[in-house]
């Protein structure tokens, strides 16, 4: 990743590549900020240049300095009309701007804040959340997924350094802070889209297991695996199913950041983590199955989640657990008709083993009443039918807390990870009857996502929940302004946004 760091420094003194400087769409306030950089650059730009450049989002214009100048060009990063601006907004401008920089090839980049400072475009947030939200475009819309290229050009871009410049002394702090938490949450980002683009042949229950055990130890949390024996004696029976079709044993991980009070009740994020779902014996058609890799996206959220929450010292207490498997069909997988017990010896008959998420998680869910949580959010990628619903833009939402429900929701606006509620009503129940076991574990042709919900509160016990059906928006199709296509690393921004809402 990209360092990020906040400085303040004469504007003439700069030694970056390149300032970033953003101007918005609007006649009055670009006005005066084409008149600030016609004064700043004086007789060294033309003015049609200036004329020319319309603020509009994500377009980014390269001018040239005079001497004076350390930093040899700037690039200007439109923020479109002042009065809609956003945090939002802001995160993509931030992009825009680094992604011109990539383009370039350039190693260093200032983003000039002074705008913000001065409050020449009205924006009802805080320094820090301002400096934030643009350090977070720049982080994110650079990140790129370059493991197994051989060709060193493909390996790396050269952009290293994006310092955020304070034009004052009183601001450097607020600046600091915002950077600080963008620098620790993007790294739990990259972590989560690392994790979901890394293909099955690499990434199984056991380095899975691994890898969250080194990189959340590494930031501060504690760290238990479960091997498949523990699994099998404390009759985790969904687990043990899934994993028989594959050579690859199954793992539980649990990760737990004690940032609270030592009594305080935590809360438990579970996280699906099927390293690659092929269905099954009711196995996936072949068109697309390598998305499948993805299918532990919701296990990625939670482990870069718990790796932020401990690097920024969260004055929360937060459990993580992870149900690991590899759903695979072989002579010794489950078979559809198979009737298996969860752990607190509920009988499940498996109608369809591509439903393989809901097996994994109901164990965990009844693993969670351990803790007496203060809540349980799961994240999972669930259902094709939550897709063809909500699409790649909302993940979709259910759960029996309304308190819960709302300040995911107001989380989901704030970091722009949005969620939207879809309901369990009672009727739905009826479609996951089973003429022989407890309860079937597929709902038939309607309502997809709702029936996959309903299993899973079949299994929560009286603490709160909610469930987040992420599996539109954890594997993209097509790159963004700050996401790329693959693995979007969906929940680390949701949950640590929500998070610290929740701190006492
Ligand atoms: N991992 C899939 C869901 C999925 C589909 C995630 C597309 C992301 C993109 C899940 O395990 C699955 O296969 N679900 C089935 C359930 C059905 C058999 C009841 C589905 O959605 O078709
Ligand atoms: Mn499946
Ligand atoms: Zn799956």
Known sequence: MISLRAERKEVTSIKS??????????????????????ALLGKSIVPTVLDDIKGKQGETTVLYTPDIFSAKRIILSGIGESEKLSLEYLRRAGAAAAKTAVRMKLSSVAYMLDIFENNDVPLNASLADISCALAEGAALGTYTFSH???????????????????????????????????????????????LGNTPGIDLYPETL??????????????????????????????????????????????????????????????????????????????????DMKMDMSGAAAVIGTMQAAASLKLPVNIVGLIPACENMPSGKAIRPGDVIRIMNGKTV????????????????????KRYKPKAVVDLATLTGACVVALGHYATGMMGNDSSVIESLKAAGERSYERVWELPLYDEYEKLIKSDIADVKNMGGRWAGAITAGWFLKKFVDDYPWVHLDIAGTAILAENADYTQKGASGIGVRLLIEWLRMMRT
């Open 17 to 38: 590549d390149a300032l970033i400087m953003f101007i918005p769409s609007d006649e009055k306030n670009k006005k005066s900020i084409k008149r600030k950089l016609g």
């Open 148 to 194: 197994y290229f051989t060709d060193e050009e493909q390996r790396s871009h050269p952009l290293q350094t994006v310092s955020f410049n304070a034009s004052r002394k009183n601001t450097l702090n607020d600046i600091k802070e915002g950077i600080y938490k963008a620098s620790n949450i993007c790294r739990g980002v990259y972590l989560a889209r690392d």
């Open 209 to 290: 297991a691994a890898i969250a055990r080194d990189e959340c130890r590494k930031a501060g949390c504690k760290v238990t695996i479960f091997d498949e024996k523990k699994i099998q004696s404390l009759k985790m029976g969904g687990i043990v199913s899934v994993s028989k079709g594959s050579e690859r044993p199954p793992r539980f991980v649990i990760i737990e950041w004690n940032g609270g009070k030592r009594l305080e009740k935590p809360y438990v994020l579970i996280g699906k983590g099927i390293t690659f779902d092929t269905g099954g014996i009711s196995i996936k058609p072949s068109a697309g199955m390598g």
């Open 349 to 368: 008959e498996v109608d369809n083993t591509d439903a393989e998420g809901r097996l994994i998680l109901a164990d965990a869910l009844v693993f969670a």
